[in-house]
């Protein structure tokens, strides 16, 4: 099992940038792909960035393409996504996601909060 707190959410101005994190408990933190979704005010969580166990390959929404980096640190069972050139339309709450790659398990954090003002 794997616990997921994410961190580094806040209020930004629309072109501005914010780094989340997300921590992970546990002790087989590369069994799992990681990733985060997204779910704005009246709308269905969606997938922003994923990325592989190894961090060799990631996967990103077309939305985010370009502007949004995801990455993670196996000895430190963190994973991170770097958001630049923040858009209003990014105004979410933002949840890490991790997919145990052997059993099929999955988990989610609570969220963290992000607000782009125009």
């Known amino acids: 099992q794997v616990q997921l707190v994410e961190s580094g959410g806040g209020l930004v101005q629309a072109g501005g940038s914010l780094r989340l994190s997300c921590a992970a408990s546990?002790?087989?933190?590369?069994?799992?792909?990681m990733g985060w979704f997204r779910q704005a005010p009246g709308k269905e969580r969606e997938f922003v960035a994923a990325?592989?166990?190894?961090?060799?390959?990631?996967y990103y929404a077309d939305s985010v393409k370009g502007r949004f980096t995801i990455s993670r640190d196996n000895a430190k069972n963190m994973v991170y996504l770097q958001m630049n050139s923040l858009k209003v339309e990014d105004t979410a709450v933002y949840y890490c996601?991790?997919?145990?790659?052997?059993?099929?398990?999955?988990?989610w954090g609570k969220g963290t909060l992000v607000t782009v003002s125009s």
């Open positions: 996601n991790a997919v145990n790659m052997y059993n099929g398990r999955e988990y």
């Open positions: 546990g002790r087989t933190f590369s069994n799992y792909a």
């Open positions: 990325i592989n166990r190894g961090g060799g390959s990631q």
